[in-house]
């Protein structure tokens, strides 16, 4: 569980199964907003004075053979999902881990295979669960015209309407993959960035920035032997051993993404928040920008504090950006923002959140856009956050959120 959700002074764990959730969430709740608590990877599945309701108890699987598609109870988590479809050589495009759970899936997460495949959320067919003012709801993709607003708004904003207990996706294929990382000095990240921009979808560029600078790349073009794209970084990357290319059977073989960037830390993780963004290429604005974050991480307030970027475009560009709530569709880098501090340093925590308010600002020119990987709605720019995630679809969440939601049980939009 995030180590920050963990400390919280939270009034208790609910775990109610099927039948008793639709009956709880007919109860007043005493404290609001409920928590809600899925893979328990981001800093707000359980924060004081609030209930937490945990999904541990939603976790039966269904493949529909014909139709290809996965139906599951949103207590799963990505690397159990894959787990159980693997023997059907099927599978989704999930992050860089598979720790993740149905938050990953309903904020619009995104991974290495999201160029070729895109969003998990685009996989959607099918959603079930309890809008904040306890009515159930079920709704497909392809019925809602007379809901269509109701399916666009669960499609990445979710967590503010409703508690999502079962979700039917179809399935991609299973895929081989080919992974490279390794460390670059700063100075060749700028040109790393303009080729990457050139590349196929089915290749796509990750780095994380800490102590040192590591490059993350991966190929999932079919198993052609080896990648040329990634034999094509051996001028930033070298010979070094641990710099080869690795085979993968699928995306849960992958190599731990960011173990390069910073010595482990110590026994007791940091705590952390952490905010990403969304943007279009960058081509000759990647060289003044890395400049300027290269001192951003000289100043850096705790050896945790980092910064990373995903690649996007392809497959993710192809959907309207009027079809979901993730409207940013015509993004090709997500950059993300983790602020640390030892548990219990207040004053370490103001100056690690003041550090990636920082860089975030600094990023917002380039890269407008917010992608709601973990709700801030106990920080001074969720409001902010909100606009940069939603931009003219806000007044229209905040509506449906007044008629679904309308005693504010899910946090505030
Ligand atoms: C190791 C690691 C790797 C990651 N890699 C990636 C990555 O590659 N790409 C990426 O895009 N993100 C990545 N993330 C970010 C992660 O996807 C988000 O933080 C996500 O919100 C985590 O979801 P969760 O279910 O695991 O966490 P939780 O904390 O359980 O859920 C997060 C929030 O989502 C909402 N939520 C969850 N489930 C439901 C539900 N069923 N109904 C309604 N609301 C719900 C709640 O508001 C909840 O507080 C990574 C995070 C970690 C820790």
Request: hydrophobic content about 35%; glycine content about 10%.
């Amino acid at each position: 569980m995030n180590p920050l959700a963990q400390a919280a002074d939270s009034l208790g764990c609910l775990t109610p199964g099927p039948r008793l959730l639709k009956q709880l969430m007919r109860q007043p709740l005493g404290s609001t907003p409920l928590r809600i608590r899925s893979g328990g990877n981001s800093s707000r599945c359980a924060s004081d004075g609030c209930w937490t309701l945990d999904l541990c108890r939603h976790r039966e699987i269904l493949h529909h053979e014909a139709t290809k598609e996965v139906e599951f109870g949103t207590g799963l988590t990505m690397a159990e999902l894959l787990q159980a479809m693997r023997a059907s050589g099927r599978s989704l495009p999930i992050g860089l881990s598979g720790l993740t759970g149905s938050g990953f899936i309903l904020s619009g997460g995104m991974g290495p295979l999201s160029r070729s495949q895109g969003l998990a959320l685009d996989h959607i067919t099918e959603i079930e669960g309890i809008w904040g003012s306890g009515e159930p709801f079920a709704l497909r993709k392809d019925e809602c015209t007379d809901d269509s607003s109701r399916w666009r708004a669960l499609m990445g904003a979710a967590p503010f309407l409703a508690v999502v207990t079962r979700l039917r996706l179809r399935t991609q294929r299973l895929q081989a993959l080919q992974v490279r990382h390794g460390l670059i000095p700063a100075s060749q990240l700028p040109m790393l960035n303009q080729i990457a921009e050139s590349w196929p979808e089915t290749v796509s560029l990750q780095w994380n920035w800490g102590e040192r600078l590591e490059v993350y790349a991966v190929d999932c073009n079919p198993a052609e032997s080896p990648s040329r794209h990634l034999e094509a970084l051996d001028p930033f990357l070298g010979t070094d051993p641990r710099a080869a290319i690795r085979r993968c059977q699928d995306q849960l073989e992958q190599p731990r993404f960011g173990s390069l960037a910073s010595e482990s830390v110590g026994s007791i993780p940091p705590h952390s928040e952490v905010i990403a963004r969304l943007g279009p290429a960058l081509n000759h604005q990647a060289g003044p920008l890395i400049e300027h974050l290269s001192t951003r991480i000289r100043e850096r307030p705790h050896n945790g504090c980092r910064i990373s970027a995903q690649q996007l475009g392809g497959a993710t560009q192809r959907i309207s950006p009027g079809e979901t709530s993730f409207i940013h569709r015509d993004s090709i880098w997500k950059p993300w923002i983790t602020a640390a501090w030892n548990p219990g340093d207040q004053a370490g925590r103001e100056q690690s959140l003041a550090w990636m308010d920082q860089v975030s600002e600094d990023l917002r020119k380039v890269c407008p856009g917010v992608h709601l990987a973990q709700l801030h709605d106990h920080l001074p720019g969720h409001q902010q956050e909100l606009e940069d995630a939603y931009g003219d679809w806000l007044p229209a969440l905040r509506q449906l959120k007044a008629e679904l939601d309308p005693e504010g049980r899910f946090p505030p939009l």
